[in-house]
């Protein structure tokens, strides 16, 4: 049967042997040491171990120790999930920030400093709605605590400040994360600047209903709101007909006297 030395990871053997040597000479109170031992099905197994030195003979020298192994694979193998969860959340270009049940922040990653220009430090424990432009009231938050109670979700376009007084439109989706029944709950929420996406939008909409050089709605717009008109007025089908024609009557002239001026 092979020692417990020669199944021990060679990466580890030295450290486990110097924290023993230390306590055998009396430099620690007890021995603490987690290794890897290699299994019959040939796969590396964390395990703890604890003990101490129980009695000594009249030179002070170690007769009896007695200890505790524990495999505590399933604890370091949760244990690299969190890091490697930890980084996935580091690296991310949204924001995200983590939170506990009243909202107050507990972590922020990375894009949150190059977005909201705040390091960590100064915002762990603050309310997360701190950041919430002036534009929205009191009733906008408590929608948002409303909504996180009944259905443990939110998502939606809000406008925040950052350090540097700017405000920007950001899109946000704050969520609960589950947990076991007794666990105390908290709350993620990701968020990314669309500041620039909506001007865009907002540009194209405008190009799209209004004349760019007087600033007038354009025909697209005009009859989009007469169409409008038809389908919120009760109309009889016969007049409805005609007024539909008149109108379309009246863009011909309106577009062709529109060019003649030009």
């Not at 534009?135 to 605590?145: G, S, V």
Request: aromatic content about 8%.
């Amino acid at each position: 049967t092979p020692k417990l030395d020669e199944l021990r990871h060679p990466g580890d053997s030295r450290k486990v042997i110097e924290e023993i040597e230390k306590h055998l000479g009396g430099e620690t109170s007890h021995v603490e040491a987690e290794y890897r031992v290699l299994s019959k099905s040939g796969k590396w197994l964390w395990m703890l171990d604890k003990g101490k030195v129980v009695a000594r003979d009249g030179k002070g020298q170690p007769i009896r120790a007695a200890g505790t192994q524990t495999d505590i694979t399933a604890r370091k193998q949760s244990e690299q999930e969190l890091r490697l969860a930890a980084e996935v959340i580091q690296s991310m270009n949204e924001v995200v920030i983590i939170t506990d049940e009243q909202l107050n922040i507990q972590l922020v990653n990375h894009a949150f400093h190059r977005l909201m220009g705040k390091q960590e430090q100064e915002v762990i424990g603050r309310p997360l709605h701190q950041f919430f432009s002036s534009r929205h009231d009191r009733e906008f938050y408590e929608d948002i605590l409303n909504s996180l109670k009944d259905q443990q979700y939110w998502s939606g376009e809000l406008w925040q400040t950052n350090a540097k007084h700017q405000e920007i439109l950001t899109s946000m989706e704050i969520k609960q994360v589950e947990q076991n029944h007794d666990d105390v709950p908290y709350f993620v929420a990701i968020f990314s600047d669309i500041t620039e996406k909506k001007r865009s939008e907002d540009k194209l909409i405008y190009l799209a209903n209004f004349d760019t050089l007087t600033g007038l709605p354009n025909r697209a717009l005009f009859h989009e709101r007469i169409k409008n008109v038809f389908i919120e007025l009760p109309i009889m089908p016969g007049r409805k007909k005609l007024m539909e024609r008149s109108a379309n009557n009246f863009l011909f002239l309106f577009s062709h006297q529109s060019v003649e001026c030009v």
